[in-house]
């Protein structure tokens, strides 16, 4: 023979196919009474495992729809430094630096295309402000293209956790 | 005569009724039984507890596009489902699901006349003195249909299932046939009123005929092409098999026609190897009467319910098969064994009618039960190990063996 395969020996003298058959329908009947876990999705979900809903939670370093932080005042944390346009990948980013009166810099412009963002989380790790984050959430589908790029106002006024990125130091997340 | 023609009429408009709408919640129950075995819930979204999927299902399918592929055989292409379909309708009509029911009327309607019918109607929509053979040659028109949409989709792959439906269809009717032969010797008659009938004097069939009760099962499965048989279909392989180029309600059809099949499959089962409508350990149920009717259709439709159950549970347990172990299994295991058994039951019941004289049916079925306890150990212990199941290490050695024998002619 050419080919060499490999053939493994099976006991084939104390297989019986009726007995292995009633064997396999023994278990297919076992697992009809046993615990579903299908998740209801719409009914019940998981929004972050502090909420305790759902079976099951979602990890708290997942990277979905991005959140500005603002400060006291209402204000956005941001100081327009134009790192994380900088450091995009998927360059998703527009940022157009503004000045006030006090000479310090905020932005102008801030949108993210949330269909071109690839949820690296790139930008949290690199705000010197911690000011722009991605958030522990999913559930962004919307009618129209253009309701997916998020400008200033919807990014402060978002209210989900923020991930907690990967950490070097602690890798398995404890 | 009115009055059993308008009987005939109204027992058809029940049991096409109640068919086509089990077969619709069957689809259902498909579902559900296999979302179950998987840890799943199954369609719930429609209605309570999706009940209403079965109805949603029909609408989407009615509403889709009809294609037809431009090669397709225009005529054939259309009537391949109707003729898978009206099959597996018509065999049930000679089936009987309960105790008969006694019908007195006597009265007229305007012009048409007079109508009468007296005494007890059986509840069975053509009583035919020759059910069984019926049986058998509505049921390998099934292939037909099957056959037809492979051939007239003008698609390699509908083409390819409907040859593998054919053969395979072809080869299992033999097997059905002769694991039939056995019951006919226990009852002495062909008509499935007689076959219940005898049942209930005697035992089920399956205790006595329980070999025959099993090659029927397995002929069963491959002639209706369920898992694990469903070759034709063999969706890792041929798409979707015959139906590959059926759309909207022309496929519709064959789903129904499948399950109509695996309906009319189990009823068969039921009727001749589980006592068809008998309500076992009382005789009460023979007395006939209004109740004895209901009583015994609710048993009837319990017993086919299990069957299905059974079938459903079989498919989503097994594997299928290969194409040559499934004709292997037909031809080289089914076949023998039901022409042997035939002879083991000739000469069993000869011995005990004739030789021990034994006349009551029920100490006849306990001899014969003795004995297809010995059958069963013999094939189910002694042949089926390492028969069935086979590694291919032992092809392979034969070929190679053969490979050495043969001459080289280079």
């Known amino acids: ?72 005042q209402g204000r956005s944390k941001c100081v327009a430094c134009g790192l994380c346009p900088q450091i995009c990948p998927a360059n998703c980013i527009k ?12 932005p102008l412009i801030y949108e993210i295309d949330e269909f071109r963002c690839v949820f690296c989380g790139y930008c949290q790790e690199v705000c010197p402000e911690e000011a722009i984050h991605v958030g522990v959430h999913y559930e962004n589908s919307e009618y129209s293209r253009d309701r997916f790029v998020y400008d200033l106002e919807r990014l402060s006024s978002q209210t989900h956790t923020v991930s907690t990125l990967w950490d070097p130091t602690d890798p398995k997340g404890e | ?83 898978s379909f009206i099959p597996a309708l018509l065999l049930f009509a000679v089936i009987p699901f309960g105790a008969p029911l006694p019908v007195d009327f006597d009265f007229t309607l305007g012009p048409l006349g007079r109508f009468v019918h007296q005494g007890s109607m059986p ?33 390699k792959y509908a083409l390819l299932g409907g040859l593998r439906a054919s053969a395979q269809m072809v080869s299992y009717e033999v097997a059905m046939g002769l694991s039939l032969i056995p019951v006919l010797l226990m009852s002495g008659s062909v008509s499935l009123s007689a076959i219940v009938r005898d049942q209930q004097m005697g035992l089920w069939y399956v205790l ?36 590959t180029e059926y759309s909207a309600m022309k496929f519709s059809f064959f789903f129904i026609a499948e399950y109509a099949n695996v309906v009319t499959v189990c009823a068969m089962v039921t009727t001749l190897f589980f006592g068809g ?18 009583a015994t259709a609710g048993f009837f439709f319990v017993k086919v319910m299990f069957w299905i159950f059974f079938v459903m549970w079989i498919r989503w347990t097994l594997p299928r098969f290969r194409y040559d172990q499934l004709m292997a299994l037909g031809w080289k295991v089914l076949m023998p064994l039901a022409l042997a058994y035939i002879m083991v039951v000739c000469v069993a019941i000869y011995v005990i009618r004739r030789i021990l004289g034994i006349t009551d049916p029920i100490y006849e079925g306990l001899v014969l039960f003795g004995l297809s306890v010995v059958v069963a ?6 042949l089926d190990s390492g028969t069935f199941i086979k590694g291919s290490a032992r092809q392979r050695s034969t070929l190679n063996a053969r490979a050495r024998r043969a001459p080289v002619t280079s």
């Open chain 2, 1 to 83: 005569m009115k009055g059993f023609l308008l009987l005939s009429v109204l027992k058809m408009l029940m049991v096409f009724t109640v068919i086509m709408v089990g077969v619709a919640l069957l689809t259902l129950m498909e579902r559900k039984v296999s979302a179950w075995m998987q840890n799943r819930r199954g369609p719930n979204r429609v209605g309570p507890a999706g009940l209403l999927q079965p109805a949603a299902d029909g609408l989407k399918n009615i509403l889709k596009e009809e294609t037809s592929p431009a090669l397709a055989h225009r005529w054939l292409f259309l009537l391949a489902p109707a003729f």
């Open chain 2, 377 to 382: 150990f013999l094939v189910f212990g002694i």
């Open chain 2, 277 to 294: 409508w008998d309500i076992p350990f009382t005789h009460w149920d023979e007395a006939g009467g209004v109740w004895q009717s209901i």
């Open chain 2, 123 to 155: 509840m069975v929509v053509a009583d035919l003195p020759i059910g069984f053979l019926f049986v058998l040659a509505i049921s390998s028109m099934g292939v037909y249909g099957i056959a037809l949409a492979g051939w007239s989709s003008n698609s």
């Open chain 2, 208 to 243: 006595p005929l329980f070999l025959s009760f099993f090659i029927f099962l397995i002929s069963g499965f491959a002639e209706t092409n369920r898992l694990p048989f469903d070759m034709p279909e063999a969706e890792s392989e041929l798409i979707a098999g015959y139906h």
């Open chain 1, 1 to 72: 023979m050419a080919i060499g395969v490999k053939v493994l020996k099976r006991p084939e003298h104390q297989v019986s196919y009726v007995r292995a058959t009633l064997k396999g329908m023994a278990l297919t009947f076992k697992h009809m009474f046993e615990k579903k876990v299908t998740m209801q999705y719409p009914e019940e979900k998981s929004t972050g495992s502090e909420h305790g809903m759902g079976q099951w939670s979602i990890s708290q370093r997942w990277r979905g729809t991005h959140r500005m932080l603002t400060d006291e």
């Open chain 1, 95 to 106: 940022l157009v630096p503004g000045e006030d009166e006090r000479g310090d810099r905020y």
